[in-house]
């Protein structure tokens, strides 16, 4: 870290309770912690997406996250599971 910087975020030492509510917020919304970390950097809050996974895993209170938030992160399906999404309808043979 440079001189002089400062460290607010989800996991320095204390929180910030807005940064954190924004991410907690997005993560219930099923965001991945890449496209919550861009949407918040559009909103002028800064924070990586690797930072939202260490906070989501972490045991401690000190994270700003509730416990259990990494159940919260989006799964990919298992291999050989279709997705959860209809297909396209198919235009008839002719």
Do not use: F
Not at 29 to 54: K, N
Request: glycine share 8%.
């Amino acid at each position: 870290m440079r001189e002089g910087a400062t460290r607010s975020g989800l996991q320095a030492g204390g929180a910030d309770p807005v940064l954190a509510a924004a991410v907690n917020e997005r993560l219930k919304l099923r965001w991945s912690p890449h496209a919550a970390a861009a949407d918040l950097r559009e909103a002028g809050m800064s924070v990586c997406a690797q930072t939202i996974y260490r906070a989501c895993y972490a045991n401690d209170a000190r994270s700003g996250l509730p416990a259990g938030t990494w159940a919260k992160l989006p799964r990919r399906p298992a291999p050989g599971v279709a997705a959860t999404a209809p297909a396209a309808p198919r235009s008839p043979a002719r």
